[in-house]
């Protein structure tokens, strides 16, 4: 008796194939995929670039089994990927500049703040802010930044500092407090845990308005899936307060804890562009800190122009540094 024939290279591999398909109308669709259950949507987005990484674990799949159709498949997910961050992956970094701003979140459980705020004086940036100042960390990062920055202010857990005159320094509404609950808390309570600020800033070319924000942590959990209430709403406060600026030179620095693909930061995104995405030299990953895998810290423009972004060592926090040379 003949073998049974052997299924040619356009028929095998078809779970393979239906693989490939599905990754790149992922990828295609993102933007369609909801956030009614658990957020789903938000945390797709979150980590984008790296579904990137089925890509070659497929090939490898469709040349073991020498299935043409999955490596034609293949090409939807490949195309879409380029397509979303192959601009990414070149150096879009330009010489010159007029001013360096850094944006760190030091973590409040920071084990070196001297150690971390050394490292920032050494820096060189005109612009520092800092998100998450702990109380007993404040007056370290007050003292250790006081010699190379001598005008700042912190506005609860957030500071700027500089070496160029602040004026106009107050604390912005994130709606971080809410409700019954928020109503009821005490006004000094409100105070320490405020998480942004905006200033201005008097430079040769004019003022340039800044902006520091800490938005609300997210979680990811069995029960609830991706937690972003208190994200989602600091986003929308802060969109409107961006959208009240009446200064056209605005730089926003902090710890969003979101990507720029994430649509929950859509009202900021849309109205400010990202340093990394116009000036950096790859993803600019900045969280964790021992192993960067989405960028959360986040340096965001309107009215200058970056001309080069990147990533600062690690310090004693969980997070990077994240830096960008700005100019007029």
Do not use: C
């Not at 095998?12 to 259950?37: D, E, F, K, S």
């Not at 309107?302 to 310090?315: D, I």
């Not at 004693?316 to 100019?327: K, Q």
Request: glycine letters at 10%; hydrophobic letters at 45%.
């Amino acid at each position: 008796m003949g073998g049974l024939a052997r299924p040619g290279p356009w028929k095998r591999g078809r779970v393979l194939t239906a693989t490939a398909l599905l990754l790149g109308l992922l990828l295609l669709l993102h933007a369609r995929i909801p956030n009614r259950i658990w957020n789903i949507g938000s945390l797709v987005e979150a980590f984008l670039p790296w579904f990137g990484v089925f890509v070659p674990v497929l090939l490898a799949g469709a040349l073991w089994r020498r299935s043409a159709v999955a490596v034609v498949a293949l090409l939807l997910p490949v195309v879409t990927w380029v397509s979303l961050f192959g601009g990414l992956l070149t150096d879009k970094s330009h010489p010159g500049g007029d001013l360096t701003v850094i944006s760190h979140n030091v973590d409040a459980d920071n084990p070196d703040p001297t150690g971390t705020a050394r490292d920032l004086a050494a820096s060189g940036a005109v612009l520092l802010a800092l998100e998450e100042i702990d109380t007993q960390a404040r007056p370290v990062y007050e003292k250790e930044l006081a010699q190379a920055y001598p005008y700042h202010s912190v506005q609860g857990t957030v500071g700027l500092w500089s070496t160029l005159p602040l004026s106009d320094i107050r604390p912005v509404d994130i709606a971080q407090d809410v409700g019954p609950l928020g109503d009821a808390k005490p006004a000094a309570d409100k105070w320490a845990d405020n998480r942004a600020l905006r200033a201005t800033v008097a430079t040769d070319h004019g003022p340039l308005a800044v902006y520091v924000a800490h938005l609300g942590s997210v979680r990811v959990n069995p029960r609830g899936g991706f937690g972003t209430g208190t994200r989602n709403r600091n986003a929308e406060a802060l969109a409107k307060a961006v959208a009240a600026e009446q200064n056209e030179r605005m730089v926003l620095l902090g710890d969003m804890n979101g990507t720029t693909d994430d649509r929950s930061l859509d009202g900021i995104t849309s109205q400010l562009h990202s340093a990394q995405d116009a000036a950096g030299n790859g993803f600019g990953f900045s969280w964790p800190a021992t192993f960067p895998m989405v960028r959360i810290d986040q340096i965001l423009t309107r009215g200058v122009q970056p001309r080069s972004a990147w990533v600062l060592p690690a310090t004693g926090s969980d997070h990077r540094p994240v830096a960008a040379r700005l100019s007029w």
